[in-house]
């Protein structure tokens, strides 16, 4: 069964990344201080929780037996998405997020039963995006980070904020099959005409 990702609409290819157009997106997020490498896990552990029925969701979901069918007695299941981004939001602070499945709106999604799990709606907005495979760790992000500013910057593109982090696979994964990627919103430098 395929993972639900966010769609976007392609703007333009470049040489080392594309440009995309998301639509506003759901995410439950958690924020977490750590070191890169260390802050992932327990971010995880606090999203699954609330998408595997920490929540108050209206309805019960029956779990399957080997004999039989009972109640979960918790909260609604959410399907899981991809990717599980992570982003600097301050001194050794991250924050980690799952996109909400598209069908939710912010008034049918659970509320979390844990206080440390935020929904958070983001506006529509352009996304720069370079994709590469491999492992986790932040020497890697940050080498994947410099080539894609640089490259954003080399088309006369102006980033704006902090770079997002992208996961795409289970930790299980053959890290040489898995799909990274480096993200960071972007906006049009003006022209000399003063557009």
């Known amino acids: ?63 399957t037996a080997p004999v039989n069918q009972q109640p979960l007695g918790r909260g609604e ?4 998405t991809a990717p599980v981004t992570q982003q600097p939001s301050g001194e050794a602070r991250y924050r980690i997020s799952f996109v909400m499945p598209a069908h939710f709106t912010r008034e049918t999604l659970p509320r979390p039963n844990d206080g440390r799990v935020h929904i958070r709606e ?5 996304l720069a995006a370079h994709r590469y495979s491999g492992g986790w760790g932040e020497g890697r992000y940050r080498e994947h980070e410099s080539q894609l500013l640089a490259a954003v910057q080399g088309v006369g593109l102006s980033p704006v904020g902090t770079p997002i982090y992208a996961r795409y696979n289970s930790p299980f994964s053959l890290p040489f099959l898995r799909r990274n990627e480096v993200l960071v919103e972007v906006e049009r430098a003006p022209t000399a005409l003063g557009d």
């Open 1 to 63: 069964m395929a993972t639900e990702q966010p769609a976007y609409t392609l703007i333009e290819q470049h040489r080392g990344f594309e440009l995309r157009r998301y639509p506003p997106l759901l995410v439950a997020e958690v924020e977490i201080e750590g070191t890169f490498d260390a802050v992932g896990g327990r971010a995880f552990r606090l999203l699954a929780d609330y998408i595997f029925g920490n929540n108050q969701g209206a309805r019960k979901i029956a779990m």
């Open 122 to 126: 983001i506006p529509a907005r352009l």
């Open 77 to 80: 299941r959410i399907a899981m």
